[in-house]
């Protein structure tokens, strides 16, 4: 005898991992996309700076990280089903 109420929970905790794997590739795609420019890279850690008082070099490593957080954090399978 199966729990519906837990069958339910399972089924939604799929489709949330799902959708967050799914918005993680997309993030990292998009900071790889912003990283190809320099001028815009300088730009937002001028401006980024300016706005928050962290130093550029915390900037950049959080920077880096986002266009890698598909590497960091999802299974190779789900890499490469792009």
């Given at each position: 005898?199966?729990?519906?109420?837990?069958?339910?929970?399972?089924?939604?905790?799929?489709?949330?991992?799902?959708?967050?794997?799914e918005?993680?590739?997309?993030?990292?795609?998009?900071?790889?996309?912003?990283?190809?420019?320099?001028?815009?890279?300088?730009?937002?850690?001028?401006?980024?700076r300016?706005?928050?008082?962290?130093?550029?070099?915390?900037?950049?490593?959080?920077?880096?990280?986002?266009?890698?957080?598909d590497?960091?954090?999802?299974?190779?399978?789900?890499?490469?089903?792009?």
């Amino acid at each position: 005898m199966s729990d519906p109420t837990a069958e339910a929970l399972a089924e939604a905790l799929a489709e949330l991992t799902e959708e967050l794997a799914e918005n993680i590739e997309q993030l990292a795609s998009a900071f790889r996309v912003f990283d190809k420019s320099r001028v815009h890279r300088r730009a937002i850690l001028l401006l980024l700076r300016a706005a928050t008082g962290v130093s550029k070099t915390n900037i950049s490593k959080v920077l880096d990280a986002a266009s890698r957080l598909d590497l960091i954090f999802l299974k190779p399978k789900r890499k490469a089903k792009k």
